[in-house]
C-alpha cells in the first residue's frame, strides 16, 4: 500500500521534477558562461581611434549619463519611499 501511494505521488509530480531538473542544468551552464565576464573594452574600441580630446568628449558625456541615471534613481525610489511613508500613517 505504502509503495504504490508513493509511485502515485511520484507520478503527480514527476512532471515538476523533470522541468526543475531541466532548469538546474541549464542555470548551471548559464553561470558559467556569465564567469567571464563583460569586455566594456570590445564596444568602445570604436572610439579608440579617434583624437584624445574627442575620446574626453565621448568619456564625459557617458560620465554624465551615468550621473544623471543615479539621480533619476534615487528620485524615483525616495518618490517610492514617501509614498509609502505617506501611505502608512502613524496616528
Known amino acids: 500500500m ?3 501511494l508513493v509511485s502515485w505521488i511520484d507520478g503527480i ?3 515538476f521534477h523533470a522541468f526543475l531538473d531541466m532548469a538546474i542544468e541549464r542555470l548551471q551552464v548559464v ?3 556569465t564567469a567571464q565576464g563583460l569586455n566594456v ?10 583624437p584624445f580630446e574627442w575620446q ?3 568619456y564625459s558625456l557617458m560620465t554624465s549619463m551615468v550621473v544623471i541615471g543615479s539621480i533619476f534613481m534615487f528620485r524615483s525610489i525616495m518618490r517610492l519611499y514617501y509614498a509609502k511613508k505617506d501611505g502608512v500613517k502613524f496616528w
Open 2 to 4: 505504502k509503495e504504490r
Open 13 to 15: 509530480f514527476s512532471p
Open 31 to 33: 553561470s558559467l558562461v
Open 41 to 50: 573594452g570590445q564596444y568602445l574600441s570604436v572610439f579608440a581611434d579617434m
Open 56 to 58: 574626453l568628449v565621448v
